[in-house]
């Protein structure tokens, strides 16, 4: 069992609120992803929960019970951080292991238990091995492990892979998200990454300046953003925005449209612009092109594309792609 929920917790620093009131149910089992600009609090609330930070005022509970006085290592929380802690001068299994031997499990619980997540992990050829002689994607593992053995009701994962390059973030990010499915666990992570929020969360909590913005799946937020900021923030390229009036909306003070959902043709259509710059991305080709009717535009093409600055071009939206929204930035019904 793994349940959170968060009541108005408030965090402040001196003056400096940095929590403002975060109301939070994460359901046994659940992988719930924070995402949000960098400052605006997702660590802070992580650490909350683990009980790393006391919160200035609201309440935590997991599985129902409140522990805002329970000391972090008795919260059944284990915590995966960016950088891995292991112990030098220890073997990856006797890191993985320590944890357990501390509580004084036998020896044969423990042999098991690491056993079990080295395999699970892919780590039994590198159980001898001391941390100096893995790569980073490998340490990473050893740090999860270390968690896994644990058994805890809930994992904390603060932007585990962003010390890793590129091809290991993906193998890393595949191997957590089936590591989910198989310790059907409560994870809550906290990542900078879109496509890291995107391919792993049940649930992605957008936060802002110590509020969430909007909690929703990941093709929710995707497809039905609820305010301009979460438009802008998830996608990548970001939305366009172009101002109501000028598309000759009434209501809608801005309107956005995502830039895979324009279409783009030399001949004809409804807006009519320059390109000024192209980028060949292999799958996908990324042109901008600034218009007189709408300003820039970002238009996001599959397949390769030979368009060239100062090309005059038609960019058309694909139907019922418009998201409007009002003038307190919130979407239109
Ligand atoms: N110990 C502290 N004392 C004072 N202010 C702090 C402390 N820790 C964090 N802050 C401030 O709280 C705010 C939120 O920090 P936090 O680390 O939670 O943000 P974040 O969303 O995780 O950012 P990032 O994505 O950059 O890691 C920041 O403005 C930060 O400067």
Redesign the pocket.
């Known amino acids: 069992m793994g349940s959170l929920q968060l009541k108005s917790i408030r965090k402040a620093?001196?003056s400096?609120e940095?929590l403002k009131g975060i109301d939070l149910e994460v359901k046994d089992g659940e992988f719930v992803i924070f995402v949000?600009?960098?400052?605006?609090?997702?660590?802070?609330?992580l650490r909350t929960i683990a009980g790393l930070e006391d919160a200035t005022s609201g309440s935590v509970q997991i599985d129902g019970v409140e522990v805002g006085h329970v000391a972090p290592a008795k919260r059944g929380i284990a915590m995966v951080f960016q950088s891995y802690a292991l112990y030098p001068h220890l073997t990856v299994k006797d890191n993985m292991g320590l944890g357990l031997k501390q509580a004084g499990k036998p020896k044969a619980e423990i042999e098991e238990k690491v056993g079990k997540a080295a395999s699970m992990l892919s780590l039994d050829p590198y159980l001898a091995r001391r941390p100096a002689e893995l790569s980073g994607g490998q340490r990473q593992r050893v740090a999860i492990g270390r968690a896994i053995v644990r058994e805890p009701k809930l994992f904390l994962f603060d932007?585990p892979l962003s010390n890793l390059d590129a091809a290991l973030r993906v193998n890393t990010r595949l191997e957590i998200a089936r590591l989910h499915r198989s310790l059907k666990a409560t994870m809550i992570y906290?990542t900078?990454d879109q496509v890291e929020a995107m391919t792993l969360a049940d649930k992605i909590v957008v936060?802002n300046a110590g509020q969430i913005e909007q909690i929703g799946s990941p093709m929710d937020l995707y497809n039905r953003p609820a305010n301009v900021f979460v438009a802008g923030f998830i996608g990548s390229p970001q939305m366009n925005f172009i101002d109501g009036a000028r598309l000759g909306d009434k209501t809608a003070k801005t309107i956005g449209i995502r830039p895979e959902h324009l279409g783009l043709s030399r001949e004809s259509g409804d807006w009519k612009g320059k390109v000024v710059h192209v980028e060949h991305l292999g799958a996908d080709t990324i042109v901008y092109l600034e218009s007189e009717q709408v300003g820039l535009i970002t238009v996001r093409l599959f397949g390769e594309h030979r368009y060239a600055p100062d090309d005059i071009v038609y960019a058309t939206p694909m139907v019922g792609s418009m998201h409007r929204f009002g003038a307190d930035d919130r979407v239109l019904a």
Not at 38 to 43: D, N, T, V
């Open positions: 620093y001196g400096h940095v949000g600009p960098s400052g605006c609090g997702k660590s802070t609330l932007e906290v900078h936060l």
